[in-house]
């Protein structure tokens, strides 16, 4: 009976959607809008419920949110991420901050406890990318400078959506006790970082693969199969389905045929995005939400006035002039599918109070009505605040935006910028690459202990084996680090020591901070591996002779090891790199990139 009950419950919120996407249309509403309130309408809270059943509705929830979250990752890259630029990413980590503290602040001056005031500021954080990106198409607002930084702002929150997510779920598991709570973002934090890693190596070039057979039907169930794969390890480990996915669907995207996967997927993204927002308003029983109707008016009041202006003064500040901060402030006034996912997060893990996923729903309803009014009145709104503030004050803005535009880099600079990005990706991507080794070692050492038993091994011989192992796999990272940093100090100690202040010690001047500079990271770098890897190291001479050994092999395989790096690098790039794929290097490129890094 459950399987036909299912059915027909899921045509009956089929039905009201396709009603509601035509009404709201015609007010010119979102539509998402109109998804949550058919939702309350036929719901078990209301009189005569369409949809009564709670196992149907909690089934509907979950495979909305989990095709929303995949579908959601599929629009985020890590080349959009490079390509929105520092200033934008500066803007969006100041705007999530303050609205993090807007938000918590809030929730503590309304009485709640701070569980609830934490899972509150997370809500209020991010801005709804379903909303902001459909209100600039259908405005044909897409092409203009503000809709760029829109774009750019969502791409980050996307990244810091991750983060929320992975800290409010390791602090609904670890609960009160620290070490329980550290556990759980230790696991966390690995599962993200070890997932993103090896998923950006693997399935990228598995999609690419199996797009070139030419059949769509076979594409699209091998990345179906991708995601819902993605939320059983997220499950199996007992996090979030939804962080599964949305990592599922950011890994997708990177691989060639992301834009293909995305034409497929989009008619299940509207399908979905509706049986989430619809399941969303089946949930909310309409009495607790007149009885909370206060705080959420408040709420909603802090989130336009606040996103407005955090927003906008991030952008202001990165160098934007008023009216462009201003409108890009505006399109970002509200929440959305990351707030319930959080909301829903909160409440399955029994955490947070009853009243808070009514409220999240009132909150968000509310924004989203007042949306596209805002967008639409953005002008009339910058010209009305134009009048309103001081004369000395326009002009300080208009003199600070053209100062910052003097500070751009040209020609000669902005190679040398390009040149300094280039070597500091370089040496971050490969850092993180050999954090992930120790880690991944550490998590072996913590949850296979047993295996290692029963072959007599004891606890030191263990870390000994972990800890050489990552030591040796480290190597190709660890010679691209020192190489980095050394091209990095050179080019530092040729721009800061100049001829005419250093006379006829500038070549010795400039050759000490050369290699100040790589021996610095590597110092650095091993201090930082030391302390993620305090739970897996060998006893003092062991480890002494192991580095040793280490040292011994990179001098004496240097090259091969130089080529194999090249080699690992070509792949990423290959996946990351917006043109498509690149060719491995030839064996000429790696003999000259070895003789040069000799």
């Known amino acids: 009976m459950h399987d036909i009950g ?11 959607a396709g009603a509601a996407t035509l009404i709201f249309h015609r007010l010119r509403q979102p539509a998402l809008l109109g998804y949550i309130l058919v939702g309350v309408l036929i719901g078990p809270h209301t009189p005569g419920p369409l949809v009564a059943d709670p196992r149907t509705i909690n089934d509907i929830s979950n495979l909305g949110v989990v095709l929303l979250m995949f579908t959601l990752g599929l629009e985020f890259s890590v080349r959009k991420l ?9 803007a969006a980590v100041a705007e999530v901050g303050l609205m993090l503290w807007f938000g918590y602040s809030l929730g503590e001056w309304l009485g709640w406890s701070r569980i609830d005031a934490l ?95 030419g059949r769509d039907e076979v594409l699209l169930i091998c990345v179906l199969g991708i995601c819902f794969g993605a939320c059983l390890l997220a499950a199996s480990m007992g996090f979030s389905v939804a962080l599964g996915a949305f990592l599922a669907g950011a890994v997708v995207a990177e691989s060639r045929s992301s834009g293909r996967v995305v034409h497929l997927v989009e008619p299940l993204r509207d399908m979905f995005a509706a049986l989430f927002f619809v399941a969303i308003g ?109 004369r000395p004050m326009r002009s300080l803005a208009r003199s600070y935006s053209e100062w910052l535009e003097n500070l751009r880099p040209v020609d000669e600079n902005a190679v040398i910028a390009a040149m300094f990005r280039r070597f500091l990706w370089h040496i971050g991507v490969n850092i993180a690459l050999v954090v992930t080794l120790f880690v991944i070692g550490a998590y072996v050492n913590a949850h296979n202990w047993r295996f290692f038993s029963q072959f007599g091994i004891d606890r030191d011989t263990r870390h000994s084996v972990i800890w050489a192992c990552a030591l040796f796999l480290s190597l190709p990272m660890l010679i691209a680090v020192y190489r980095k940093s050394d091209a990095l100090g050179m080019l530092l100690a040729e721009l800061g020591i100049r001829e005419r202040f250093a006379g006829q010690y500038t070549f010795a001047i400039r050759n000490v901070l050369a290699r100040i500079i790589p021996l610095l990271t590597l110092v650095a770098l091993a201090l930082l591996v030391v302390a993620l890897s305090s739970a897996i190291l060998p006893p003092r001479g062991v480890a002494l002779m192991l580095i040793v050994a280490g040292v011994l092999a990179a001098l004496v395989l240097w090259r091969g090891l130089v080529r194999l790096h090249a080699r690992l690098q070509a792949a990423l790039k290959d996946t990351l790199s917006p043109d498509g794929p690149t060719a491995l290097p030839s064996k000429s490129t790696e003999k000259q990139d070895g003789a040069g890094a000799s």
């Open 6 to 16: 299912f059915i027909r419950d899921l045509a009956i919120v089929m039905l009201v």
């Open 82 to 90: 490079r390509s929105v630029g520092a200033g934008v990413l500066v």
């Open 119 to 213: 899972f509150l500021a997370a809500m209020v954080a991010l801005s709804s990318t379903m909303v902001a990106s459909r209100m600039l198409a259908e405005g044909k607002l897409r092409h203009q400078p503000f809709a760029r930084l829109v774009v750019g702002v969502l791409v980050a929150e996307d990244v810091m959506a991750v983060v929320l997510l992975t800290v409010l779920t390791a602090v609904a598991l670890g609960g009160t006790v620290a070490s329980d709570a550290i556990s759980v973002v230790w696991h966390l934090g690995l599962f993200v970082v070890v997932g993103l890693i090896l998923g950006l190596l693997l399935l990228p070039r598995l999609v690419d693969h199996v797009a070139g057979y």
């Open 282 to 390: 089946l949930k909310i029983d309409p009495a607790m939400l007149y009885h909370y109707i206060g705080p959420a008016l408040i709420i909603a009041a802090v989130v336009v006035l606040g996103k407005t202006f955090a927003v906008s003064l991030g952008v202001f500040l990165t160098g934007h002039d008023a009216r462009t901060s201003m409108r890009t402030g505006l399109s970002m006034a509200q929440i959305g599918e990351f707030s319930f996912v959080m909301a829903t997060l909160g409440v399955s893990l029994g955490v947070v109070s009853d009243f808070i996923y009514p409220v999240a729903v009132a909150v968000s309803v509310l924004c989203m009505a007042m949306s596209p009014y805002l967008v639409r009145s953005a002008d009339r709104i910058v010209d009305g605040m134009s009048r309103v503030v001081p």
